[in-house]
């Protein structure tokens, strides 16, 4: 039941509504609260400690980690993609945790809590970099569409740099003064993997449509060589023409 559902077209709108949602709870977060949180030098996960990030942001983790959940289960329309699936999966379970467990304040510092949301959130960052990898490697062979292997390949080297951006700028914040732009990285990041999303759907949904049979030649019986019924009926004809004549 499970293995249908993930099949499904209602399997394919979740995927699709889970980015969405994601994409446009972002969106509204960085227009609402842009008196609150300064887009340049403060985290994306700081959108969670004021309103209304208080509800959108876990809702808009949440809301990719579905996404990443169906397309753990239908695949990403590669053949033997059970290491992404099982990558995608992991993806998941890591975004939900960000999303439980809440970022720190100036008052209350890293806390034990933050700091499993910092180290979940980065898991999952650089699942979903692997993944594009991955998927960027295989595509070309999987026959996907030449716009999804192109977007995946931007996919993975932006999200590649950025990522390492990030990393710096967090635990280096003095370096190059990374520590006053990191909020920059973060949400190129946020914007790359969460359209990378986009295009393993797309894959998977057309990995999913089925392949057209040729039409059989007439006279041809399934199972048998095609050709031989043609040529049995046309024999008949030629057989039926001597009689009458």
């Known amino acids: 039941m499970n293995h249908d559902f993930f099949r499904s077209r ?30 340049v030098a403060i985290p994306v996960s700081s ?16 809301a990719l980690a579905a ?12 053949a033997r993609d059970g290491f992404i699936r099982f990558l995608l999966g992991g993806t998941a379970l890591m975004l939900v945790c960000a999303a439980v467990f809440r970022t720190g304040t100036p008052e209350s510092g890293l806390t034990w809590w933050a700091q499993i949301h910092r180290y979940t959130a980065g898991a999952a960052f650089v699942l979903l970099t692997v993944i594009a990898a991955l998927c960027a490697i295989r595509m070309r062979r999987a026959g996907a569409p030449a716009w999804v292997r192109r977007g995946t390949w ?7 740099a950025t990522f390492a951006t990030t ?47 040729p ?17 049995a009926v046309a024999a008949t004809d030629r057989a039926l023409a001597g009689v009458r004549s």
């Open 215 to 231: 039409v059989a030649e007439r006279g041809t019986v399934p199972g048998k060589v095609p050709g031989i019924g043609s040529a």
């Open 47 to 62: 959108y969670a400690v004021t309103w209304p990030g208080v509800i959108l942001f876990p809702a808009s983790v949440l």
């Open 154 to 160: 931007w996919a993975a080297a932006l999200s590649a």
């Open 10 to 39: 209602a399997a394919e709108v979740t995927a699709m509504a889970g980015i969405a949602a994601a994409q446009a709870g972002f969106a509204v977060m960085h227009l609402t609260q842009s008196d609150t949180v300064d887009p």
């Open 167 to 213: 990393t710096v700028n967090t635990f280096i914040p003095g370096f190059l003064d990374g520590g006053d732009w990191r909020g920059i990285p973060q949400r190129v990041l946020l914007v790359v993997l969460s359209t990378l999303l986009w295009f393993l759907v797309a894959n998977s949904i057309r990995a999913a449509v089925p392949v057209a049979v």
């Open 67 to 78: 996404a990443c959940a169906v397309l753990a289960g239908r695949g990403v329309g590669l």
